[in-house]
């Protein structure tokens, strides 16, 4: 009985060592090919960050399309705006046509903004 019991708790061990070991090294090959990924898609996760700079500017909750392309030079429109939606963007046309782009994550902001200069 002791034999036996022995058996059954060195393979339980093993077994927990062995999936402990197996998990960490999928993490770590995650890891890995995540980062393989950003280095392969350096520009376009610069210029999310980059889009994500100018966006999140503490003075202007909104940028004009025309002033965020001067800065992000080397995309065409269409590009240049899935990048501002990847970077958690919203896209605003205003009254006189022109085209502004503001965080989704500032929309609270722009509101107390507004509900601030209306008093």
């Known amino acids: 009985m002791d034999l036996t019991l022995s058996a059954l708790l060195g393979t339980l061990f093993g077994s927990a060592v062995g999936g402990v070991v197996s998990s960490l090294l999928s993490r770590q090959q995650l890891q890995n090919q995540l980062r393989a990924l950003r280095e392969q898609h350096k520009t ?4 999310e960050e980059t889009a994500r700079h100018f966006l999140s500017h503490k003075s202007y909750t909104d940028r004009s399309f ?3 392309q001067q800065h992000l030079g080397g995309f065409e429109a269409d590009e240049l705006r899935k990048i501002l939606v990847r970077a958690g963007a919203i896209r605003l046309i205003r009254d006189d046509g022109s085209e502004w782009w503001r965080l989704l994550s500032r929309m609270d902001e722009y509101i107390e903004k507004k509900r601030q200069s209306a008093d």
């Not at 376009?44 to 210029?47: C, L, P, R, S």
């Open 44 to 47: 376009e996760f610069m210029a």
């Open 66 to 68: 025309d002033t965020l």
